[in-house]
């Protein structure tokens, strides 16, 4: 199986400033036939089901704020949000789709300091 | 605009059953792999199962091979998780979750339903 390691476990940012979660996977998820990133990120906010943020590392989905950017290939990929918003307090997920069984990483929970 | 709506939780003896329903509308549900993600109290996500848009590709994590079983009903719109010998471990939301590309499988999810409890207790 594929292990999704995440850091930090918490992150206090104030708000304005900048947010980083990093996300290591056990082994690449590079695809060589399209070089495509089988990677994603999520937000989970208190009592709802988790948002697709990111996909293929770096795309955003549809509505997503453009403060929100992904970046990594391989085995290290990162979570930035460019300017913490109030709204953005949740718990982020990282994901790898390159192989069965699908897995997570453990979260990252991001509060206001 | 896409919608999944999860039934069929509740509170299940250990070594019980229960299936876990979840009909989706707002897109071509035929073209659309379709999984279960599961969330303990208080825990992150677990993937468990997937089944592909023409049924003959499922896929599940290692922990409910053999007991749970994905099926989907096209005309209905409807996928569905059977799960038997049910643990106190299976104590979570199940969420049903569409996947991202048309015809696989290995995907993200870009749309969640609101999820379902299952509590396995005595």
């Known amino acids: 199986d594929i292990v999704m390691t995440q850091s930090p476990d918490s992150l206090a940012v104030s708000l304005g400033e900048r947010a980083t979660i990093n996300c290591k996977s056990s082994q690449s998820l590079l695809y060589d036939s399209n070089k495509k990133n089988y990677f994603s990120w999520y937000q989970q906010k208190p009592g709802q089901p988790p948002k697709l943020l990111i996909y293929w590392a770096s795309t955003r989905a549809s509505g997503v704020p453009d403060r929100f950017s992904g970046s990594g290939s391989g085995t290290d990929f990162t979570l930035t949000i460019s300017s913490l918003r109030a709204e953005d307090v949740a718990v982020y997920y990282c994901q790898q789709y390159y192989s069965f069984p699908l897995t997570f990483g453990g979260g990252t929970k991001v509060e206001i300091k | 605009q896409v919608q999944l709506v999860e039934s069929g939780g509740g509170v299940v003896q250990p070594g019980g059953s229960l299936r876990l329903s979840c009909a989706a509308s707002g897109f071509t549900f035929t073209n659309y792999g379709m999984h279960w993600v599961r969330q303990a109290p208080g825990k992150g996500l677990e993937w468990v199962a997937v089944?592909?848009?023409?049924?003959?590709?499922?896929y599940y994590t290692d922990s409910v091979k053999g007991r749970f079983a994905i099926s989907r009903d096209n005309s209905k719109n409807t996928v569905f998780l059977q799960m038997n010998s049910l643990r106190s471990e299976d104590t979570a939301v199940y969420y049903c979750?569409?996947?991202?590309?048309?015809?696989?499988?290995?995907?993200?999810?870009?749309?969640w339903g609101q999820g379902t409890m299952v509590t396995v207790s005595s």
């Open positions: 979750a569409k996947g991202l590309r048309t015809s696989s499988v290995y995907d993200a999810f870009d749309f």
């Open positions: 089944i592909s848009y023409d049924e003959n590709n499922k």
